[in-house]
């Protein structure tokens, strides 16, 4: 038999007369209601209750109620604005570091303060950055042979390179400096002298293939000013140091393409060395 | 201006309200126009009949609305929560009167509205319903509540269940039992209402 709740009653009385009830759902009913008469006048009141049009019998506010709301939703949307402005300024009955303006004009005055600071120790950064590169130039153009402070292990001879002019160094171009060629002299030095640290492209060319290749390469890469050569063999470093020159992108040279990609790692401890095989090196500096 | 009424016309009560909380004036309205007149005739019924409370209380109901939109919770049925707050400022008056003194009062009101130019079939209608608010008014405040609900606002057993935050079972089960009891005041009407009974079952 299915369990019925007193809450399914009202469904019962709405959808079925006493007569039209199952077997079951009678004897359910029967157990909240007296008897037949008392069923069938509850579904009558329920049924009348339920039929009656309930949203005529709705009434109406008065309309001034309406315009009472309207008002006061205006002067909400007001007022806190207005409550906001006056704190900003001076509202005597505050404290004067509890005034709102006060505070902000404090918490302004810090963000500004904060990024100047940082600016300025970020330009400061750049630069020692600059003064750095321009400095390890320099002592690269002393480590040059004459220069040289430290004995060649090799005692071979060292060939003169071409100057580099970087007078006009100091007073930086706006487009990036270009590595343009490292061209290895490979004819005097030894293999096991060869620094492993040092990215050597062309390694096992000939001089006349490399020559060859840098003719073209020349000729196809725009036309670029001369630089003149100073002596930028480093020799004097005492520290390990890691210089990365990284060249902006040639449109069309495939020299300037590996220079790219170069890392030179200059150490103290193979300085000797390295000496020598900087030496054989000719680094080329174009400025675009 | 058309335009922006259709707009908030067909817009959910729930955006509306989401719309109130940005202070959008017209969002307001069409809220209010809305539900000004269910629930001024809510409170006008709820408190003993009386235009003047039903005013403050619409009045004051709808300025909750302005000060403290945040309160509603997008998640929720709209029109639950403005019931659920309507049958919390009902309650609250309760606790500070007693009920059986203005029952008295609102049964001499309704008695004198009754007797004018009608036909007897009507003044025994009429006489009906007068006799059904009186015996509503000695009914406790939570079966009046729940008949009011379902009969008058006509909300599901699920919306009153919410409202008055009790399980859907015990709705219907006082439901019944307020029946129940209104029954046993008003079997002196059961012809009458058979013949309405009737005569709707045989129209429709």
């Not at chain 1, 020598?276 to 174009?286: D, Q």
Request: charge should be negative.
């Amino acid at each position: 038999m299915k369990k019925y709740d007193p809450e399914d009653i009202e469904y019962l009385m709405i959808h079925k007369q006493f007569h039209e009830l199952y077997p079951e759902e009678k004897e359910f009913v029967l157990q909240h209601v007296e008897g037949v008469e008392e069923y069938e006048s509850m579904r009558k009141m329920l049924l009348e209750l339920k039929n009656s049009s309930i949203q005529d019998d709705w009434l109406t506010p008065d309309a001034s109620l309406k315009k009472a709301l309207m008002a006061e939703f205006a002067k909400e949307r007001k007022g806190r604005f207005s409550i906001w402005l006056n704190s900003l300024f001076a509202m005597p009955e505050r404290p004067f570091y509890r005034q709102t303006g006060v505070q902000w004009s404090f918490g302004l005055v810090v963000i500004a303060l904060g990024t100047f600071i940082f600016l300025q120790q970020s330009s400061d950064v750049k630069v020692l950055a600059e003064n750095n590169v321009s400095s390890q130039e320099a002592s690269n153009a002393e480590a040059r042979p004459g220069n040289s402070t430290q004995p060649n292990s090799s005692n071979q001879a060292i060939p003169s390179k071409p100057e580099v002019d970087l007078s006009g160094m100091d007073k930086l171009p706006q487009a990036p400096v270009v590595l343009a060629q490292v061209q290895p002299v490979m004819n005097n030095v030894p293999q096991e002298d060869v620094g492993p640290k040092v990215q050597n492209y062309k390694s096992d060319a000939s001089e006349e293939s490399i020559a060859e290749s840098d003719a073209v390469d020349m000729a196809m890469a725009p036309p670029a000013p001369e630089v003149k050569q100073t002596e930028l063999e480093k020799d004097a470093v005492t520290n390990n140091t890691a210089t990365t020159l990284s060249a902006g992108a040639s449109t069309t040279s495939q020299n300037i393409k590996f220079i790219q990609d170069a890392t030179i790692f200059i150490s103290s401890a193979e300085s000797a060395q390295m000496t020598n095989y900087a030496e054989l090196l000719e680094i080329t500096f174009t400025a675009r | 201006m058309a335009k922006s009424n259709s707009k908030y016309q067909s817009t959910p009560d729930e955006q509306l309200m989401l719309l109130v909380a940005s202070k959008d004036s017209k969002a307001f309205e069409e809220l209010y126009d809305r539900y000004n007149r269910q629930m001024y005739t809510y409170f006008h019924r709820m408190l003993w009949k009386d235009k003047e409370k039903a005013h403050d209380f619409t009045q004051e109901l709808f300025t909750k609305l302005i000060h403290k939109p945040e309160l509603f919770n997008a998640e929720r049925n709209f029109k639950t929560w403005l019931y659920s707050i309507a049958h919390n400022m009902c309650k609250n008056e309760y606790a500070k009167h007693e009920v059986r003194q203005h029952a008295h009062s609102e049964i001499k009101y309704t008695q004198e509205q009754s007797h004018d130019g009608q036909t007897s079939r009507q003044m025994d209608k009429n006489a009906f319903y007068t006799e059904l608010e009186v015996a509503l008014a000695e009914l406790d405040e939570v079966k009046r509540t729940t008949f009011e609900l379902r009969f008058k606002q006509e909300m599901s057993i699920q919306e009153i269940s919410e409202i008055m935050e009790c399980s859907e079972g015990t709705v219907k089960s006082r439901l019944f039992y307020t029946l129940k009891q209104l029954n046993g005041r008003l079997k002196v009407y059961e012809g009458i209402l058979g013949f309405f009974i009737l005569l709707i079952d045989r129209l429709s």
